[in-house]
C-alpha cells in the first residue's frame, strides 16, 4: 500500500505512530516487540520523534528487541555506521536495556562470519519461526533498499537471512537482512521522500519487474503487510 503525505514531517508523525501502535500491540500478544532499524537519512526525524516525552511515555522500552536492516561494516563509533545514528538519535535517549540491542557489526570479526552469526541470534531471540513485528526501511535514489543494492549477488539470496559483501561501488563491506527474511516480516514500512526518490520510486511500484536493477521489487511480505509513506514529491512521476 502506498500512502501519500503533503510533508515530510507528516510522514515521519504517521511512522511514529505506527512504531508505537505496533510496540503496544506485540506486547499485549506475546509480551516484546522486535523491530528493526534502518540507516540512512530520512529515518532520523523519526527516531527524533520517538524520543520525545510524547513517545518515550507512551511506549514500554524494556520490552523492545532492537536488529537493524542493515549497515556499513565500520567501526560502531564511525561517522558512516548506522548504530552510531541510532544510538546518538534514539537509543541513548529511552530506557532500553542495551542486552535488547543488536547492532549488525562487531570488532574484530570477519563480516561474512558475522553475518551467520547475526542470523543465528535471530533465531535464538525470536524463534525459528522469527518474524521482525516492524520493519523499517528506506529507498535509495537507484532503488536499493536495506543494503541490497542494483547488481550484486545478494539479490539472489534464496535462504540465509542474513549476508555480508564487498560493494565495490562503495569500496566498502556491508552486511544486510536479505529479502527472504526481510519478507517475514508482520509490517514492512519504507520511508522515503524528496524529489531525488521519485524516478526510482515510479519505477520500483509501477515499472517493470525487474528487482537487478530496482531492488525495492524484491519486497513482497509473505502473510504481512508492506507500506510506503512518501512525499508529493517523490510520488510526483506516480
Ligand atoms: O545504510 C544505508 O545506506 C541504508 O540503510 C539504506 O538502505 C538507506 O535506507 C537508503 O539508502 C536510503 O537512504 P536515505 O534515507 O539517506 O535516502
Known amino acids: 500500500m502506498l500512502k501519500i503525505f503533503p510533508s515530510q514531517e507528516e510522514i515521519l508523525r504517521k511512522a511514529a505512530e505506527i512504531f508505537s501502535q505496533s510496540a503496544k500491540d506485540a506486547i499485549k500478544e506475546k509480551g516484546y516487540f522486535s523491530v528493526s532499524l534502518t540507516g540512512g537519512s530520512s529515518p532520523k526525524g523519526l527516531y527524533q520523534l520517538l524520543a520525545t516525552d510524547e513517545y518515550k511515555k507512551q511506549i514500554d522500552w524494556s520490552k523492545i528487541l532492537v536488529f537493524w536492516g542493515d549497515e556499513r561494516w565500520v567501526p560502531l563509533d564511525h561517522e558512516l555506521s548506522n548504530t552510531k545514528m541510532a544510538y546518538e538519535i534514539l537509543l541513548n535517549h529511552v530506557p532500553i536495556p542495551q542486552e535488547n540491542i543488536f547492532p549488525m557489526y562487531k570488532e574484530g570479526v570477519k563480516p561474512e562470519v558475522y553475518a551467520a552469526a547475526y542470523e543465528t541470534q535471530l533465531k535464538e531471540k525470536l524463534g525459528d519461526d522469527a518474524t521482525i513485528d516492524l520493519m523499517l526501511l528506506g529507498m535509495g535514489d537507484d532503488g536499493h533498499t536495506a543494503s541490497l543494492f542494483p547488481q550484486t549477488e545478494v539479490l539472489n539470496e534464496e535462504k ?4 555480508a559483501y564487498y560493494l565495490n561501488s562503495q569500496e566498502m563491506y556491508r552486511i544486510t537482512l536479505t529479502a527472504p527474511f526481510i519478507n517475514r516480516a508482520k509490517n514492512i514500512v519504507v520511508i522515503t521522500f524528496g524529489d531525488a526518490k521519485a524516478p526510482a520510486l515510479k519505477q520500483v511500484l509501477k515499472g517493470e519487474y525487474d528487482p537487478a536493477t530496482y531492488p525495492s521489487q524484491l519486497l513482497d511480505p509473505v502473510n504481512g503487510e508492506l507500506l ?9 512521476f506516480l
Open 228 to 236: 510506503y509513506l512518501v512525499d508529493q514529491k517523490a510520488a510526483k
Open 160 to 163: 540465509a537471512w542474513v549476508s
